[in-house]
């Protein structure tokens, strides 16, 4: 079974409870996220999320992960499958990691993995440029300590 790795970071001076706030305010996303322009459900491992994806140059995507972790200002973990499981898999992980009582360490990372996951590595290009556009937007909007 073929795998494949997509991570980015960056340093934000924020603390962790600020990005956390951000990152997990759902309804609020869609305003300051490029990449992810939707998303919506219950924050707790095994409740299943509704999220829309726009990848740079990309049609949208929407998906239904099931949500493996949420750890309150260090990580929201998920899992998402393309029509089934071990077709086209992807573990989708936001890790935060205080460097100081102002500053933030957050990383943005997803392993893909399944039968289709050579031919469809084209599309992992626009998938870590989202990342890093979703990141950067985020650096953004928790430096400039908007509640």
Not at 72 to 87: A, D, K, M, T, V
Not at 116 to 145: C, D, I, W, Y
Request: glycine share 8%; hydrophobic share 40%.
């Amino acid at each position: 079974m073929a795998r494949r790795q997509i991570e980015t970071e960056i340093e934000i001076e924020a603390p962790a409870s600020r990005i956390w706030a951000h990152l997990t305010d759902f309804s609020r996303m869609p305003q300051w996220n490029p990449f992810i322009t939707s998303i919506s459900g219950t924050l707790s491992p095994g409740a299943r999320l509704s999220i829309e994806l726009s990848p740079p140059g990309k049609r949208p995507m929407h998906f239904t992960p099931d949500i493996l972790a949420v750890r309150r200002n260090r990580e929201l973990r998920w899992q998402g499958h393309l029509f089934i499981g071990g077709i086209f898999d992807g573990e989708h992980y936001f890790l935060l990691e205080s460097l100081s009582e102002s500053r933030t360490r957050f990383v943005q990372g997803e392993t893909f993995s399944g039968l289709l996951v050579g031919p469809l590595s084209g599309m992992l290009h626009a998938t870590q440029t989202g990342f890093e556009a979703m990141n950067l937007a985020l650096k953004q909007v928790a430096e400039r300590r908007i509640p």
